[in-house]
């Protein structure tokens, strides 16, 4: 079996992975956080579209609430991969595919699924150690909790002049056009898919019920503000965590080489940073005023370095090169 005729695993992601260029605009909101993390993987362990191929899904468009991306993902969130099973790839076998729709467990794939070549050895991204390999996970499943959501970040204010500003940006638009897809999804869904209308019934209500507060609409807001206030504190107290965990002489969480670790938090603050009201990565130190600002302690000196060093690396430039999301 030729390279050309093995199926290659799609990546449904936010924007295009393009391992030669970050200089091609880009059309669509590329603003999934967690779609970010396996991108950076994949530009880590030097994959080319031969290998990956990816698929766009329109967050703004509510792509990810069509019934055709749900049958992948029930959940309706991005990333999602799918990948053959290795042993349905021979000839004269149909094919048979599986989705993986956490982010966790694409990257996990993503690392242990790599080739080496005369030019190229990728890098492994988890640790060795079981000190480590736990290490890994509780940061990873710190960056992930509810209690510092990067995308309810996004959407939420604490004040009636970061409501309007909010009501007037991206955050307005984001819940606009996904009210508009789910709309048209449930009206399209058969009534005889009880759990599909369910699904958009509750979406609905959700993303509907948050677009009224946003749009000055929706009655008292003070719950709102109340949650973005705890996100930040938490925002806070988290990186205060990744400061305590960093070593003085190494440059990355689990020490002198990058990991998923990283790749997982380096996304996490990415988002942090545009919420903070940072827009590129080519000027760190504005970047991290930005943040501070909005802190109520100032950020430590060795995730200042640890930073420093995400962002000059290759597959940040990669996926941040056009702003920060």
Not at 194 to 221: I, R
Not at 246 to 256: E, M, N, R, S, T
């Amino acid at each position: 079996m030729t390279t050309d005729s093995v199926p290659k695993a799609i990546l449904y992601s936010t924007t295009r992975f393009n391992p030669h260029s970050t200089n091609e605009r880009a059309d669509w909101f590329p603003g999934s956080v967690w779609a970010s993390v396996p991108r950076l993987t994949a530009a880590e362990k030097g994959f080319t579209d031969n290998e990956l191929e990816t698929r766009i899904v329109d967050l703004v468009k509510g792509e990810n609430f069509s019934p055709a991306y749900l049958k992948i993902n029930p959940k309706g969130t991005v990333p999602a991969l799918v990948v053959p099973y290795a042993h349905t790839v021979d000839e004269g076998i149909s094919t048979k595919f599986k989705a993986l729709c956490s982010t966790e467990e694409i990257c996990d794939f993503l690392d242990r699924s790599t080739t080496k070549s005369a030019q190229f050895s990728a890098p492994a991204l988890s640790p060795a150690t079981i000190q480590n390999a736990d290490l890994q996970k509780e940061i990873i499943a710190r960056v992930h909790g509810d209690e510092v959501d990067p995308n309810a970040l996004l959407l939420v204010w604490r004040d009636e002049a970061e409501r309007k500003a909010k009501a007037g940006g991206l955050p307005a638009t984001f819940l606009r056009g996904r009210q508009e897809a789910l709309e048209r999804y449930a009206r399209e869904v058969s009534s005889n898919d009880a759990k599909l209308s369910e699904f958009y019934s509750n979406k609905l209500k959700e993303n509907g019920g948050l677009l009224a507060l946003l749009e000055g609409k929706g009655g008292d807001s003070t719950e709102v503000q109340n949650k973005a206030k705890a996100l930040w504190r938490n925002v806070g107290e988290t990186l205060a965590y990744l400061e305590a965990q960093l070593d003085v002489k190494a440059p990355f969480l689990l020490g002198d080489q990058v990991s998923l670790a990283d790749l997982h938090a380096g996304a996490w603050l990415a988002r942090i940073l545009a919420c903070a009201g940072a827009t590129s990565i080519s000027d760190p130190d504005s970047a991290l005023s930005a943040l501070d600002s909005n802190l109520s302690a100032p950020i430590g000196p060795k995730t200042k370095r640890w930073i420093g060093a995400l962002l000059e690396r290759e597959s940040f430039r990669q996926v941040y090169g056009e702003g920060l999301h």
